[in-house]
């Protein structure tokens, strides 16, 4: 009799089994989703129809939301502001353009790169219409960039961090105001869904990183030579 309760258990379990992979074709079932790596338990099919529905998995947004602590190297290096794949440093007019893209399943706080004082806390691209704002060459792939750039004084200039994300997200959260001073490291807000970080430079400063490189924000070391005078 036990055998046979056993059998009968075994048979349930494997068919609700069944039914969830139906159910939750052709995305990962919860059967199996806890232990797949994140790009795989929450493909970018189904991320993207959850932002036409504006509903998602609680285990996804915990994921996304996640903070965890960050201790920087020592030394006075600039560590990246963000999480996410570096697709470009070019330079223009002076200035060197450190992209950081971010997925959907990388940490979304941003961070200084240095100690300093932040001058200016700027929105842009409030107003764009639909396909404007690519007059940078790093957005050009971006259809609708919507920023906040905070620029932040040092002893040996001035840097910006530049948070963007599209106009159909239009969700940026910035952490520090205008006269405050912050730590290299300190957290300085937060993108939500899709986007680009943007680390503008001297164009004299070495950069650290390469196209394809992996940073995460608060830890990688990506450019040096801008010391205190």
């Not at 004082?117 to 971006?142: C, H, N, P, S, Y």
């Not at 405050?180 to 070495?206: C, K, N």
């Amino acid at each position: 009799m036990t055998i046979l309760i056993l059998q009968i258990v075994v048979l349930c379990l494997f068919a609700v089994g069944i039914v969830l992979l139906v159910l939750y074709f052709p995305y990962p079932s919860p059967v199996v989703r806890r232990w797949l790596p994140p790009r795989k338990r929450w493909p970018e099919a189904q991320i993207r129809d959850w932002l036409d529905s504006g509903q998602y998995q609680r285990a996804f947004l915990r994921h996304f939301y996640s903070d965890p602590e960050r201790v920087p190297p020592l030394g006075d290096r600039l560590i990246a502001p963000a999480d996410g794949l570096v697709t470009s440093a070019d330079v223009r007019d002076g200035i060197r353009y450190l992209v950081i893209a971010l997925s959907f399943w990388d940490m979304h706080v941003q961070r200084s790169p240095v100690a300093g004082r932040v001058i200016r806390v700027e929105t842009q691209g409030d107003g764009f219409m639909d396909g404007e704002g690519r007059e940078f060459a790093f957005l050009k792939e971006k259809a609708c960039p919507v920023q906040k750039r905070l620029v932040i004084a040092t002893g040996a200039g001035q840097i910006a961090v530049r948070l963007i994300t599209s106009l159909a997200a239009r969700r940026i959260e910035t952490w520090v105001a205008e006269n405050e001073a912050v730590a290299r490291g300190q957290r300085i807000g937060r993108i939500l869904l899709g986007s680009t970080v943007v680390l503008e430079l001297p164009e004299a400063v070495r950069v650290l990183v390469r196209t394809g490189d992996r940073v995460w924000a608060g830890e990688t070391e990506v450019a040096e030579g801008m010391s205190a005078r």
